[in-house]
């Protein structure tokens, strides 16, 4: 056929062509030297012409060739309109389901007309006898009544012509759609059903005694609702949308049950028309009741052949609608794995944002819910979740809670397709979250799946905004046009380095993104757990100055004194600041900042301000009142009360001393006589340069010359200031570092094994004059490079910088050396914590801290929640063999934080786990908050982190000010979180309030929270493992107010072991929580427990012994080993933004946020001897020296 030649005859030729082709050829084509040609030759020359037109362009010629050829015919056109186009195809059928739906409502009509006339007595045209007796019990049929009927001219004219025209268009669509077989047309169904409701009509134009014949023309319903599906089918067709095949398969259930129940009606209507004679509605009425299967039996068919089509007509409904149903249950199981569509109305009316994960896991879903829905503003958004897998079973669950229900939709797809982009409705989505698969064992392939997805995102919705979460940095830059990013271990790693140096610093972090109310442990007779929980529900607010009462009356004020006064005054905490015209938020810019009308406050506080009532009263004042604490006297809160039902806070407003009575508090003496020294020096309103001290760390020589020894002179000394030269990844913030003039060699970074620079073997060689930092990781990621940095930053003193050890299961590869061979005292060594050799070779008795990184390897497991059980018995063998090893870990789930430290016969442990289900019942986000080991900060999962990408909806500042907490970001100006610790010389500073007066005064530093930690006797009684929470809450009602019980603390370490009133308090909330009958200890019970502590001396002695037989087969010596200084009696929490009355405690480590040392460097070199680089040891001294006369 490729050779074959086609001839067009004349009239297919198109004009165009046609003279194009007989056009004469130009001169150009006539070679010069050959003038005279033959015809065969002049015929080549055109044909070889046609081919280079031709091959130019193949393709239109041949798409013309073919659509001239084939539209050309008279038939071809018709087929055109009436089959092929699909908007003339559509018009040509909804013309013949009109036409049909006509002829059933004429059908009706005449039954209608045919029915009256009957009514009014006039007897039927073709009623031939007497009529039958109605008092006999089986009628007599009159078949004469069935196949004549009484039709009036125009009903008979109306019926003929649509009946003409229904035949005519038949003729026409069979015509075009012939195929070669005429019987295959002739036997459909259609066809038949055609040719019954048109024929007679067509035969009574020439036989007019055969006008009143009956025709069947109900039985067009039928080919109504095929006419129907094929138009809607070209209306979906024309306008290029499918509808959902669910759609349509209900469609056809709906007209399957109308047809079958309309041509019953009909049907038994006409054949009871021989015996009984019904009328059309009661007709209907039977085949409803019969149809529903309720059959009341009061109207009934009465000859046999309306009883035969009931029979017929119940035999197809039998098959049909089965099947029909089947259908449509298999269709809407789909549709609920995929989980339909969300509607273009709904997406315009209302808001809703899309959730894109690769694998939905229930403590996802919950963790995004509970955050996304605790913001008020947030309560009539729906979320559309896009995900590629079928919905758990358990997530099912939870979405059909009516709470979740309604306003939670799962769309099964993927975000690569632009189909399940459109049924998401992400174009009109007001934010898309993509989550990365933290579980997945390569997170590398997860990141990539992540990025595509973005990528999709932002090419089908290019307004819609992104809020991605990435897992390592290295990736972090191809997703960087987002409108946020949380990169999952730059946060993870600098929260646990700053946990090293900052105690507690991952519990400070996830209470401050967790959205609470305050409410969690209020009804718990546990002081610390009431103080605790009040205080875990501060957060980070903003607003504009000049629409604030809590910083308004402080516009041109600096921005430490409106710190202080709206702490002292509001109890609210301003750590942050950001200019109209700068985009960068300053975390305490110092003194030297003042506040303007037009800047954007950041403060902590339990609610914001819109939702706060201000309640202005006069403080009384009693000459001989004892100072009383926060445990003495709760009601002198400044936050005094949480409307939880609407969210409200009321503040009650203190009306400030008179300035010269602020200056001077009362100091306590050791004699009581009433004695009175300077007290705390005021905070200015416009910053001082010499009540400032300026720090210049950038040459900090003469402080580490002065301050060391000389032992220790050689320690720091040859340290440099500045910025690591090599980034592991792209887009790392650079920090000012404490670096090596030189890189150290790759040789010597190694801590296990010597080399040509040093001999040294072990931590023990290299005679660290500071605790060691030990990281157990598997690989050497990059995200260890921002574990790094914190820790070297250069605000952190040189004789405090602790050497860092990496412990990794697999050897780092020299990019990565290449990167940390410029920090000092970085090094690493191949092993694993399971190992005893491993860890005491990388110096364990040496460390204050290890931290214990989740391995990527183990974060899949067949069970979900047992992904953490390698790392939980490796750590709780070291919390055994090490008690004094301060230990942080990192966990995949937070609920297995539980098992940290976990003590089987615990009673105080397991009044803790009732209450967090206690807490959980009450629909708490932060349940888990009272289990020790968080509350200390020794436990972390990156999945509390989640809810800083949530809370970045509503609070888009947030990701920015926790960077700059960690230590992430660094912005000129901006301060950095440190830490500092009460010693005994600090205690006459009493209050919390005081100490935010000193601090802001003296060194422009913000405090915003602190670390308490408690002694605490932990019961280990066996009778005590039963726990009744309710028991304990009715006994604390009877018991009265804990005020009256408690009284003021000391705050001494001897004082705390020897005086019993916190022992007291635990064993009485334990005996609470036990059973009501639990018999007094006897004797033999007494004997028990002796055993028992026999037993467990002797458990521990046989552990140390471990322990120092293979330090003694190691080399190493066993002094650095103690045993028996532990912290299982001990409890710590943290604080959040306490109230001013709270009372100081030895060694409260308080959180503050210090000033930028670089933005405030003198520009004389005069004040180089006067720096103010106190550290934190130093604190309490340098203190109370300035306050001496």
């Keep these: 056929m490729a050779g074959a030649k086609l001839t067009p005859s004349p009239s297919e030729i198109d004009p165009d062509v046609k003279t194009d082709v007989q056009k004469t050829p130009e001169p150009t084509w006539v070679n010069p030297s050959n003038p005279l040609r033959t015809i065969g030759s002049l015929g080549s020359d055109v044909d070889q012409r046609y081919q280079e037109e031709y091959s130019m362009d193949s393709t239109n010629a041949q798409v013309q060739v073919e659509f001239y050829v084939n539209e050309n015919t008279f038939k071809e056109r018709l087929k055109l309109f009436f089959i092929k186009n699909q908007r003339s195809s559509l018009r040509i059928r909804l013309f013949n389901f009109s036409l049909k739906i006509l002829t059933c409502a004429l059908y009706i009509l005449r039954v209608s007309l045919e029915d009256l006339k009957e009514k009014n007595g006039s007897p039927c045209a073709v009623n031939r006898s007497n009529g039958w007796n109605d008092t006999s019990e089986q009628p007599q049929i009159k078949w004469e009544r069935i196949f004549w009927v009484n039709r009036r001219e125009s009903v008979w004219a109306i019926q003929v012509t649509v009946a003409l025209i229904s035949f005519l268009e038949t003729m026409l669509i069979t015509y075009l759609s012939y195929k070669g077989n005429i019987w295959e047309q002739i036997f459909q169904i259609s066809f038949i059903l055609e040719m019954i409701n048109t024929v007679p009509f067509i035969i009574t134009i020439f036989w007019h005694r055969l006008r009143d014949i009956f025709v069947p023309v109900f039985l067009n319903c039928w080919l109504a609702k095929g006419a129907l599906e094929n138009m809607i089918n070209d209306f979906h067709r024309a306008i290029q949308r499918t509808h959902s095949a669910m759609f349509n398969q209900v469609f056809i259930l709906i007209c399957t049950l109308l047809c079958l129940v309309f041509t019953g009606a009909c049907g038994i209507q006409h054949l009871e028309r021989a015996g009984k004679n019904l009328t059309l509605f009661d007709s209907f009425y039977f085949c409803i009741v019969t149809f529903s299967t309720v059959g009341y039996g009061d109207v009934t068919p009465q000859i046999w052949p309306s009883q035969l089509l009931v029979v017929i007509l119940i035999c197809v409904a039998l098959v049909v609608l089965p099947l029909q149903f089947e259908e449509l249950a298999y269709l809407w199981m789909e549709s609920q794995k995929l989980g339909g569509n969300y509607s273009r109305h709904r997406a315009q009316t209302e808001k809703h944002v899309v959730l894109c994960v690769s694998s939905l896991k229930i403590d996802l879903l919950m963790d995004f819910l509970n955050e996304f829905y605790a913001h008020p503003r947030l309560q009539d958004y729906y979320v559309v979740i896009l995900c590629p897998t079928e919905i758990d079973i358990q997530v099912r669950r939870i979405l059909q809670i009516p709470l979740w229900s309604q306003r939670v939709i799962y769309l099964q797809g993927s975000a690569l397709k632009d189909q399940d982009l459109m049924r998401a409705k992400m174009d009109d989505a007001e934010a898309c979250f993509i989550l990365s698969s933290r579980n997945e064992v390569d997170r590398t392939a997860a990141d990539h799946q992540t990025i595509l997805r973005a990528w999709a995102a932002k090419d089908f919705a290019p307004n819609c905004p992104l809020y991605v979460q990435i897992l390592k940095p290295e990736n972090k830059f191809h997703v960087k046009f987002a409108d946020h990013v949380v990169c999952e271990e730059e946060f993870k790693y600098a929260m646990l380095a700053l946990n090293c140096v900052c105690p507690a610093t991952s519990t400070l972090i996830t209470l401050l993104v967790h959205t609470s109310r305050g409410q969690e442990g209020q009804l718990s007779p546990e002081q610390w757990q009431r103080t605790y929980g009040r205080c875990s529900g501060n957060e980070v607010y903003h607003i504009r100055l000049c629409d604030s009462k809590f910083f308004g009356e402080y516009d041109g004020k600096s921005f430490t004194y409106a710190s202080f006064h709206a702490h002292k005054k509001y109890g609210v905490c301003l750590i942050g600041v950001k200019r109209e015209d700068n985009k960068s938020i300053l975390l305490n810019p110092g003194p030297r900042h003042i506040m303007a009308a037009t800047d954007t406050c950041y403060y902590i506080n339990i609610t914001k301000e819109e939702n706060s009532a201000f309640i202005f009263k006069q403080e009384e004042k009693h000459k001989g009142l004892p100072v009383s604490g926060l445990y003495d006297a709760p009601s002198r809160l400044p936050v005094h009360s949480i409307i939880a039902s609407m969210g409200t806070v009321a503040i009650d407003l203190q009306h400030p001393d008179p300035p010269e009575e602020t200056g001077k508090l009362a100091l306590p003496t050791e004699n009581g006589a009433g004695s009175r020294r300077p007290s705390i020096a005021p905070v200015l309103e416009i910053a001082d340069s010499s009540s400032i001290l300026p720090c210049d760390l950038l040459s900090d020589q003469s402080e580490d010359e002065t301050n060391q020894s000389d032992e220790e002179g050689s320690v720091g000394s040859d340290f440099v200031k500045g910025y690591p030269p090599n980034s592991p990844y792209i887009g790392s913030s650079p920090t000012l570092c404490h670096l090596l003039p030189q890189k150290a060699p790759f040789c010597c970074l190694r801590l296990d094994k010597g080399c040509t620079h040093n001999s040294f073997e072990d931590a023990k060689a290299y005679g660290f004059k500071n605790k060691l930092i030990i990281v157990s990781a598997e690989t050497a990621g990059n995200g260890l490079y921002n574990f790094i940095v914190p820790l070297r930053a250069y605000y952190r003193p040189r004789k405090e910088l602790n050497p860092i050890v990496l412990l990794l299961d697999y050897p780092p590869d020299n990019h990565f050396l290449e990167a940390i061979c410029c920090f000092p005292m970085v090094y690493f060594m191949a092993g694993t914590i399971d190992n005893l050799d491993n860890l005491l070779q990388c110096g364990i008795i040496y460390a204050d801290n290890l931290v214990v990184v989740d391995k990527e390897s183990t974060m899949s497991a067949e069970e979900d929640y047992m992904a953490d059980a390698k790392t939980i018995v490796n750590v709780q063998t070291m919390f055994r063999l090490f008690p004094s090893l301060s230990i942080i870990t990192e966990l995949t789930h937070p609920s297995n934080m539980r098992f940290m430290q976990f003590r089987a016969k615990d009673c105080y442990s397991l009044a803790l786990s009732k209450l967090e289900k206690i807490e959980r019942d009450k629909g708490s986000n932060l349940a888990f908050m009272f289990r020790l080991p968080f509350a200390a900060g020794r436990v972390f999962s990156i999945s509390m982190l989640d809810t800083l990408l949530y809370q970045s909806f509503v609070k888009d500042y947030m990701i920015a000010i926790i960077r700059l907490l960690l230590g992430l970001d660094t912005t000129p100006g901006s301060g950095y979180l440190c830490a500092m610790k ?112 026999l037993y467990r001396r002797s458990e521990r002695q046989e552990l140390s012994e471990l322990v120092k037989n293979r330090m003694k087969h190691l080399g190493l010596p066993t002094v650095g080993y103690d045993e028996m200084n532990d912290h299982q009696n001990t409890l710590s929490y943290v604080l959040i933004n306490p109230p001013p009355d709270t009372m100081l405690e030895l060694n409260d480590i308080v959180y503050i946020i210090r000033s930028d040392p670089l933005a405030h460097v003198p520009e004389d070199s005069q004040v180089g001897p006067a720096r103010c680089s106190r550290n934190q040891q130093d604190f309490g001294t340098e203190t109370r020296d300035e306050t001496h006369l």
Excluded at 1010 to 1036: A, C, D, K, L, W
Aim: aromatic share 8%; hydrophobic share 25%.
């Design 982 to 1093: 009460i010693t005994e010389e600090d205690l006459w500073i009493r209050t919390y309030g005081r100490l935010f007066q000193k601090l802001c005064s003296s060194s422009a530093e913000i405090p915003i929270g602190i670390y308490r930690t408690e002694s605490h006797m932990f019961s280990t009684s066996e009778s005590q493992v039963s726990i009744n929470v309710e028991q304990g809450e009715e006994h604390r009602d009877r018991g009265g107010s804990w005020k009256e019980k408690t009284g003021y603390r000391n705050s001494t370490t001897s004082d705390q072991s020897e005086h019993p009133l916190l022992r007291k308090k635990s064993m009485q909330w334990a005996r609470r929580l036990s059973r009501k009958n639990v018999k007094p200890s006897t004797r033999a019970e007494r004997i028990s427990q002796q055993r028992l502590n």
